[in-house]
């Protein structure tokens, strides 16, 4: 199944990644902003807001359908997931999806191929961007082929203990409002609570206010081998003050 993911790795990204189309600002207050654990009743308002938000997704090219069952097969599928929405008024103005992800690419891909397919077939022009047509021959071919007796994935290979982030967006009409720093900082507090020693995530490099964005909530670059970096940035969780904070709560319960 690797042509598969070839073929359509651009269509969701990586645990090892987050969405990058788009900008996550962090200027201004937020008002009257409620964030909570998302359910599967709020992914139509999420497959929206990647829709308004990443406007040249391929994945969005497909239709505000194909979105929401991605984003179902993250929620849904064999992953140890962290899933936030911030709202406002009872809008959905902002979503994470972080954790360990088993297979999110090529499992969706196994889970929704006729749906997917019947989706490539409206729009051919996907196909065509910067793959070769003998990959895509061969991705349409196994898409295509009857089901077998599926193989057990192995988990994608990620940092030890460490939280991924897959995706993350603002509503473009609510961006400087800080809701993408509500995200993070929650996500943030729940990886340490489940004992996570880091998290993880990958944006493009050229794109500056997210990169600082990162920065300024103590993200670091995260060097390749050959010391080039190409988009990793990585984020020590300080477990002791976690501890710290639950012994105090414990000695002062009022």
């Not at 020590?236 to 710290?244: E, G, H, N, P, V």
Request: proline letters at 4%; charged letters at 20%; glycine letters at 12%.
């Amino acid at each position: 199944m690797k042509s598969v993911r070839n073929l359509f790795g651009g269509l969701l990204r990586r645990s090892r990644g987050v969405i990058v189309e788009g900008q996550v600002q962090s200027e201004g207050t937020a008002g009257a902003v409620a964030v909570r654990t998302a359910t599967e009743q709020d992914l139509a308002a999420v497959a929206a807001l990647h829709v308004h938000a990443f406007p040249g997704s391929v994945l969005g090219e497909l239709g505000v359908e194909a979105v929401r069952r991605s984003y179902k097969w993250q929620l849904t599928g064999p992953h140890d997931l962290t899933a936030l929405v911030t709202t406002q008024d009872g809008t959905v103005t902002g979503f994470l999806f972080g954790g360990v992800f088993r297979g999110s690419t090529i499992g969706f891909v196994k889970a929704e191929r006729w749906f997917l397919v019947s989706r490539v077939a409206r729009h051919p022009g996907i196909l065509l961007r910067g793959v070769g047509w003998k990959r895509i021959g061969l991705g349409v071919r196994l898409l295509l082929r009857r089901s077998q007796t599926p193989v057990a994935e192995k988990p994608d290979a990620v940092p030890r203990r460490s939280f991924g982030v897959l995706a993350i967006a603002v509503d473009p009409t609510s961006q400087g409002q800080g809701l993408g720093a509500i995200l993070m900082t929650e996500a943030t507090a729940r990886a340490t609570a489940q004992g996570f020693l880091a998290m993880h995530l990958t944006v493009h490099p050229t794109n500056v206010s997210a990169v600082a964005f990162y920065r300024s909530l103590g993200w670091v670059e995260h060097n390749e081998p050959n010391g080039s970096w190409v988009g990793r940035m990585t984020l020590a969780l300080d477990l002791d003050a976690d501890a710290d904070a639950d012994s105090a709560a414990e000695q002062d319960p009022a």
